[in-house]
């Protein structure tokens, strides 16, 4: 079965710092990664996904994370990150052979200092 | 953009009650999903759908119920409430698979049981 471990539960950074929040993932096989966001007393709402291709993906507001598979690893970056970043992000991985079970870390707080 | 929408938004009960939780899609999704979110453990998956009729167990499915009555509405039922299940509960739906799939999430219920 398919696990996430998110290792910093916390991450306090300045503004206009740069930001590397840590994912990495359980699965034998192909994985889908996901990063999502959660504002305060909202629902989740994507950041990005990796499913196929180029290891680097893009996402929402200057996020992007790459995918190395040697490492397991998905770690979510910004080059410099604003005051409204501060959020819960979660990493989540679900397994090529049953799509639809999607599987979430712990999550990462992040405050951003102004 | 999908909608998800759950009801109730807050919900207090007593231990021993019944309580359910209710979803309404309107963006014809296969799959509907129940996490709970708790501070330290993320979001754990407790029971998930393909479609109507169909519910599947998740990582956390004892002391709840699922059930799928069509492709819109996906409700979550404790059949006995016990104080270990105050929490905040996220509906989904979505399809994660491919390169554009993703999951779309409700405002969660915030339970508690007293």
């Known amino acids: 079965a398919q696990s996430v471990t998110q290792p910093d539960a916390r991450v306090t950074v300045s503004e206009g710092a740069s930001l590397q929040l840590r994912c990495k993932y359980s699965?034998?096989?192909?994985?889908?990664l996901f990063w999502y966001v959660q504002y305060p007393r909202q629902g989740l709402q994507l950041l990005l996904k990796?499913?196929?291709?180029?290891?680097v993906v893009q996402g929402v507001n200057g996020f992007e994370a790459e995918f190395i598979k040697s490492n397991s690893s998905f770690h979510l970056r910004k080059a410099s990150v604003h005051w409204s970043d501060s959020a819960v992000y979660f990493c989540?991985?679900?397994?090529?052979?049953?799509?639809?079970?999607?599987?979430f870390g712990t999550g990462t707080r992040l405050q951003v200092l102004p | 953009e999908a909608a998800v929408t759950q009801s109730p938004r807050n919900k207090v009960a007593v231990t021993g009650g019944k309580v359910t939780l209710s979803c309404n899609q309107t963006n014809n999704h296969n799959n509907m999903y129940w996490y709970r979110q708790d501070t330290g453990h993320g979001l754990r998956l407790i029971h998930y759908?393909?479609?109507?009729?169909?519910?599947e167990k998740g990582d956390i499915p004892d002391g709840y119920k699922a059930s799928r009555p069509s492709q819109e509405n996906f409700s979550l039922i404790l059949e006995l409430a016990t104080p270990s299940q105050t929490s905040v509960y996220f509906c989904?739906?979505?399809?994660?698979?491919?390169?554009?799939?993703?999951?779309?999430f409700g405002e969660g219920s915030k339970l508690t049981v007293l």
């Open positions: 989904a739906s979505g399809e994660p698979g491919g390169n554009t799939g993703q999951l779309y």
């Open positions: 699965y034998s096989g192909t994985p889908y």
């Open positions: 989540a991985v679900s397994a090529a052979s049953n799509t639809n079970k999607v599987v």
């Open positions: 759908s393909y479609g109507a009729g169909s519910t």
């Open positions: 990796y499913y196929s291709g180029d290891p």
